[in-house]
C-alpha cells in the first residue's frame, strides 16, 4: 500500500513512518522539512489555502496518516491552518481523489474541554473531517512517551535529570501512552478491513501526576530519587512568559501559555477504546523495564536545560561584545590597533565594523531559522580575530587573561551549540 504521512518527522510520524517501511509499504513522508530522505515531500500546511495544493503529492497515494501539529501560533506556525484549514483542504483532496482511509490524529480531551487555541483548532480539525465521504478514523492520544524524544517528553527527560522535580501548580493527571502502542493503532486502521468512522482514545493503563512521570524518568536513568519542588503560580507564569517570547524567535519551546491552560485539564481518557480493538496498552513501567536507559538517554537528559542556555550565553555574549567596543572598550580596542600599526580613520572604521558583525552575530544566533548560520559566522570570526591579533600584537598570547586564550573556550561552546542545535 502506498500511504502518505503528513508531519512524517515528528515523534509520532517518524515512527510511524519506519514502522510501515519495515512492513514493505510504500511511505511518502510529508513535511517541511526538505531533507527527510528519499522520496519524501516537502509540504507547508500554512500555504494549503486550497485543495489544489495538495493534489500533486497525492498522486497515487492509497491511504493518509495525519500527524501534523503545532503546540501554539508564533512565527511560521498557524494553529488554525495546520489543525483546520490547511488539513481540511487535505481532506477534501482525498475526497477528490478517492483516498477512503484518512487517519487523523487529534487530542485527547478535546470533545470536553477547549482551553486554547490548540485545543479549539484541533476539534475543529475533527468535525471538518467527520462532514467528509471518507473512511476516517479519528486518534486522540494522551501524551506520548517513546524511546526518541520531542516536545513534552524531552522536558521530562531534562527536568529528571535535575536535583531536584519542579512541579507546575495545577498540573491535571496524565494517562501516558507508549508510542509504540500509538504506532500499532494506526497499523491496525490501515488494514482496509478495519471500521471506520471511529474516534478513539489513546491512554495508557495508569494515571500520574507530572511529577510521579518525571520520577520515572529519573529512576530509569539510573539516578537516586529527588524530591519535588512545588513551583509558586507567578514563578510558573515567568517560565510560560518567557517560552511565549523565544518562540517569536522561532524556538519551539514545550512550555508556553498554550501549555499552561492545557495542562491543567490533564490528557486523561478512556482506555476501554483500545481494549476493544484487542490492544493492550503497555505500562510505563514495563515500557522502562524493557528498554534500559544507555547513555545516549542519559546525556540528553542531562544537556536538555542546558542547551538552551549554551545559546542565551553566546548571543549575549556577541551583543556585549558589539556594546562594549563601541563603549567601554573603545579606548582599550583603538589602543591596541595603535600598538598594531593601524591608526586614525582606519583604526575606527576597523572597530566599527567588528562590533557591528558581532552584534549580527548575536542577533543571528538568537534567531532560530538563522542560527547555524550565526554559529559557523562566530566561529570564522573568531579565528579571523585569533589570526589578525596574532600578527598586530603577538604580546596577548603572553597575558592569561587577555583575548587570545579567551577566545578558545568560546569557540569550543560554538561547536556545542551546533552538535545540538537540531531538535529532530
Excluded at 487530542?107 to 467527520?130: H, N
Excluded at 462532514?131 to 516536545?151: C, H, K, Q, T
Excluded at 501526576?209 to 539510573?222: E, H, I, N, T, Y
Excluded at 572598550?329 to 576597523?350: C, K
Amino acid at each position: 500500500m502506498k500511504i502518505a504521512v503528513v508531519g512524517g518527522t515528528g515523534l509520532i510520524g517518524s515512527a510511524i513512518v519506519a514502522h510501515l517501511f519495515s512492513r514493505g509499504h510504500s511511505v511518502v513522508s510529508m513535511s517541511r522539512s526538505d531533507h527527510s530522505g528519499p522520496g519524501a515531500h516537502r509540504v507547508d500546511i500554512s500555504e494549503a489555502k486550497s485543495p489544489a495544493y495538495w493534489l500533486p503529492h497525492l498522486d497515487g497515494i492509497e491511504a493518509v496518516v495525519n500527524c501534523a501539529g503545532v503546540l501554539q501560533d508564533s512565527p511560521g506556525d498557524s494553529t488554525s491552518m495546520v489543525h483546520h484549514h490547511g488539513i481540511a483542504n487535505l481532506f477534501a483532496a482525498c475526497e477528490q481523489l478517492q483516498i477512503r482511509r484518512v487517519i487523523h490524529f487529534s487530542a485527547i480531551g478535546v470533545d470536553r474541554e477547549t482551553p486554547s487555541d490548540f485545543s479549539r483548532s484541533k476539534l475543529a480539525g475533527d468535525k471538518a473531517l467527520m462532514e467528509r465521504d471518507l473512511d476516517w478514523v479519528i486518534l486522540r492520544p494522551s501524551v506520548v512517551i517513546g524511546r526518541a524524544a520531542y516536545g513534552a517528553s524531552a522536558l521530562m527527560r531534562g527536568l529528571a535529570a535535575l536535583p531536584a522535580i519542579p512541579v507546575m501548580p495545577n498540573t491535571g493527571q496524565l494517562q501516558i501512552v507508549l508510542l509504540e502502542d500509538v504506532v500499532r493503532t494506526v497499523e491496525h486502521f490501515l488494514d482496509p478491513a478495519a471500521p471506520a468512522r471511529q474516534i478513539i482514545e489513546l491512554v495508557g493503563s495508569h494515571r500520574y501526576s507530572f511529577g510521579a512521570v518525571v520520577a520515572l524518568f529519573r529512576r530509569w536513568c539510573r539516578w537516586p530519587p529527588a524530591r519535588e519542588l512545588h513551583l509558586p503560580r507567578f514563578a510558573s507564569s515567568l517560565m510560560y512568559k518567557f517560552g511565549d517570547m523565544v518562540s517569536y524567535l522561532g524556538w519551539r519551546p514545550p512550555v508556553r501559555s498554550t501549555a499552561e491552560r492545557e495542562i491543567g485539564r490533564g490528557a486523561v481518557g478512556n482506555l476501554e477504546d483500545m481494549q476493544r480493538l484487542g490492544l493492550h496498552p503497555k505500562s510505563l513501567p514495563e515500557f522502562f523495564a524493557s528498554e534500559p536507559a544507555s547513555v545516549q538517554e542519559r546525556w540528553f537528559a542531562g544537556m536538555y536545560l542546558v542547551k538552551p542556555a549554551i545559546f542565551v550565553v553566546l548571543s549575549l555574549f556577541w551583543l556585549s561584545t558589539a556594546f562594549v567596543s563601541l563603549g567601554p572598550g573603545w579606548g582599550y580596542g583603538m589602543g591596541l590597533m595603535g600598538e598594531g600599526g593601524v591608526e586614525g580613520t582606519a583604526a575606527t572604521l576597523t572597530i566599527i565594523a567588528g562590533a557591528l558583525a558581532d552584534l549580527v552575530i548575536g542577533l543571528a544566533i538568537a534567531y532560530r531559522p538563522t542560527s547555524r548560520y550565526g554559529l559557523y559566522a562566530a566561529i570564522a570570526i573568531s579565528f579571523a580575530y585569533a589570526i589578525i591579533g596574532t600578527i598586530l600584537v603577538p604580546r596577548l598570547w603572553a597575558d592569561p587573561l587577555g583575548p587570545m586564550l579567551k577566545i578558545w573556550p568560546i569557540i569550543v561552546l560554538h561547536f556545542a551549540a551546533l552538535a545540538v542545535l537540531e531538535d529532530r
